[in-house]
């Protein structure tokens, strides 16, 4: 809204309630009151002018401009936008072995028996066999979806690819000890910011032979040109 319109509606207001408190004031009281409002009615446009401006400020109350795209984002940013809810990328499939589920317990000193005691799992734990931790799924994410690779680039005409992190992360069913995992990605959201693109992504890790996956996580990247 412009600022003549706001100025303009405040005024429709204040008329309107002013004139049925008039209505009701005996004649002296009325003159009393006109002759008041003469003398104050500039200190008052110049207070409210005052707290609408910093309305203004502590609202941040802008006008954004386009942003100005390079050419090679532009033209990612086009591409893209076609492809919004589309699967972008489907990764090949890894193997999640006993050996690298230890190797992320000694790293990250969560070494509960769920996870590297096969034996005690066989007898105890409910899937009858170690499962990977949900935050090793989550740390394979960049291999899963080749973000790691730069010969099998998803993005080949950005600079860098810098992860923003996740907005949302399930693990609807566990990834056991010797289970096969591929990463599907659906695009989400592109929106051009100063430095390139945001990008945003819907990676559901697969577990082959199981119709439910081992993670859904919204991912956040930026691009940079």
């Not at 086009?78 to 999640?96: C, M, N, P």
């Not at 069913?173 to 695009?187: E, F, N, T």
């Not at 945001?198 to 956040?220: F, N």
Request: charged share 30%.
């Amino acid at each position: 809204m412009k600022v003549v319109e706001l100025f303009k509606q405040r005024g429709e207001i204040i008329s309107k309630h002013q004139a049925a408190l008039v209505e009701k004031m005996s004649p002296a009281v009325r003159e009393y009151w006109e002759d008041l409002l003469t003398r104050t009615t500039s200190f008052h446009l110049f207070s409210w002018s005052k707290d609408f401006y910093q309305t203004a400020v502590n609202e941040d109350i802008h006008i954004e401009e386009p942003l100005e795209l390079k050419p090679a984002a532009q033209e990612l940013y086009d591409e893209l936008e076609e492809k919004v809810g589309e699967v972008i990328h489907t990764g090949e499939w890894l193997d999640v072995s006993q050996d690298r589920i230890n190797q992320f317990a000694q790293v990250t000193e969560d070494t509960q028996w769920i996870h590297i005691d096969p034996d005690r799992a066989a007898k105890e734990s409910p899937f009858k066999t170690t499962v990977a931790h949900g935050f090793l799924t989550l740390a394979l994410l960049p291999k899963l979806t080749d973000s790691v690779d730069p010969d099998n680039s998803l993005f080949p005409t950005a600079k860098m690819v810098v992860n923003i992190g996740l907005n949302q992360v399930r693990f609807p069913y566990p990834i056991k000890s010797g289970d096969r995992v591929r990463a599907k990605s659906i695009l989400t959201k592109v929106t051009p910011i100063r430095k390139g693109l945001e990008v945003e992504r819907e990676i559901r890790v697969e577990i082959d032979g199981v119709r439910r996956p081992g993670c859904v996580a919204i991912s956040v990247i930026q691009l940079h040109f």
